[in-house]
């Protein structure tokens, strides 16, 4: 298969960008950035480049020969945009939208679609291999077109990461306890308004890891504030993760990007993620330019239509979450009548609130899971079965947590089946 891809010019000119890539984009990072960043390209080129290039290998060997050569070309296309993209972060910042249409968004939708394949691969390996032993080489044939799964899951999810759909969340606080740390079924309205409730509702909107870069420009990210400002909420929650590198790269991006909450002084309060500790000075910036305070292990009191309700900002922390969250809540009782609400950026740390001293944590960090079924209307997540709650509502003893499934995300290239949130939450007491 190798041989044959090689066999043509431009086949090997895929190979060429392959090799290229993983040489030379370290040496040079390594170079002007530093080893860091060098380790890292090194591993997302490796992580996605061998799966690409045995793909790029085999398709060439079945398609008609009048289409190899756009194949070819469509693959060295894609080997050069992933390259080019991943050197563009050696000088990280926010760029134009020609180089994200051309060169970003294609070039991490085929970084994934690279790590797909290498997976999916490996996953058809026994099924090739017992047909193929039971002499069904027919049957092989007919199935070659299971290779290309991996760039239409790729293609779709690029709709998915550009997507938020808009919804409205009615979370009510009951006093049911729970034993251990379970999934609430929560009320979820997408296509039309929601209608009325007979009380007056506390009006929320939760902005979480905006992660403003190549999937959400400045230009988008304040688009999509203005729209969430205009529900005229109670209060603008927001829970972390701002920048990526493009963003921490561009000074003032950010003040620009959430300029819309301007329009709600004393109603919008931030905490500070993981990614944030990155570049806090920036972030600190943005957030006080448009009238948002920060909470860093701070309370804040707002009075609301719906009444009073004591804020609680934890900062992020990597160790001791256990001692930090317990110090926290202590140095900030219970205020009485007041809903108790803390703004914890990693949901991991819910299973450490003491009992029952908190009615409604708020939390993002997971992306809702970013990889899963919720696309079409499963809650399942690659996160399902691990220590963290993924996305949408849950309860342990009388607390409850709610976990946005973010404004944006950051890390892995696309969003596969789980789209982000626009939403506004309407939170009232059973």
């Not at 066999?7 to 170079?31: C, E, F, K, N, Q």
């Not at 409205?168 to 606080?173: C, F, G």
């Not at 009444?307 to 009485?336: M, N, S, T």
Request: with cysteine; aromatic share 6%.
């Amino acid at each position: 298969m190798v041989a044959q891809a090689l066999a043509d010019p431009i086949g090997g000119l895929v190979w060429g960008l392959a090799a290229t890539s993983v040489i030379g984009l370290p040496m040079y990072a390594a170079r002007v950035r530093g080893r860091a960043y060098a380790i890292f390209g090194l591993v997302i080129l490796l992580l996605s480049f061998p799966g690409a290039l045995v793909m790029h290998a085999r398709i060439v060997t079945w398609l008609p020969p009048a289409l190899v050569p756009a194949a070819h070309a469509a693959f060295a296309c894609s080997f050069l945009a992933a390259g080019v993209h991943l050197v563009s972060l050696v000088r990280a910042r926010l760029r134009g939208p020609l180089f994200r249409g051309f060169v970003s968004i294609p070039g991490m939708a085929f970084i994934a679609a690279g790590a797909l394949s290498g997976l999916w691969l490996l996953a058809l390996l026994p099924l090739r291999g017992a047909l193929h032993a039971a002499g069904f080489d027919a049957t092989l044939a007919a199935l070659r077109w299971l290779d290309l799964a991996p760039f239409a899951v790729a293609a779709a999810s690029v709709v998915t990461s550009m997507r938020l759909p808009r919804e409205t969340v009615r979370i009510r606080l009951d006093d049911v306890a729970h034993g251990e740390l379970v999934r609430v079924p929560v009320e979820r309205h997408r296509k039309a308004s929601a209608a009325p409730t007979p009380e007056r509702p506390l009006r929320v909107v939760q902005i979480s890891d905006p992660h403003l870069g190549p999937w959400q420009p400045e230009r988008t990210l304040h688009s999509r504030v203005a729209e969430l400002a205009a529900h005229d909420p109670d209060l603008v929650l927001l829970t972390g993760d701002f920048l990526t590198m493009e963003g921490m790269g561009t000074p003032g991006s950010l003040a620009r990007a959430l300029a819309p909450l301007r329009a709600l002084p004393g109603r919008c309060f931030a905490i500070f993620g993981n990614h944030d500790h990155e570049s806090p000075e920036e972030v600190r910036s943005a957030l006080a330019a448009n009238g948002v305070r920060l909470l860093v292990d701070e309370e804040a009191l707002a009075d609301t239509p719906a009444g009073r309700v004591q804020l609680v900002g934890a900062d992020y922390v990597g160790r001791g979450r256990k001692e930090h969250l317990a110090a926290l809540l202590d140095g900030f009782p219970r205020r009485d009548g007041a809903l108790r609400v803390l703004m914890l950026h990693d949901p991991l740390g819910f299973a450490l609130v003491p009992r029952d001293d908190v009615d409604l944590v708020l939390s993002g960090h997971t992306h809702g899971g970013q990889l899963g079924l919720v696309s079409l209307g499963r809650s399942w997540t690659v996160l399902s079965r691990t220590r963290w709650p993924d996305h949408g509502l849950f309860g342990l003893g009388r607390t409850r947590l709610y976990v946005h499934r973010g404004t944006g995300f950051y890390g892995f290239p696309l969003r596969i089946g789980v789209p982000g949130e626009m939403s506004l939450l309407e939170i009232s007491r059973a």
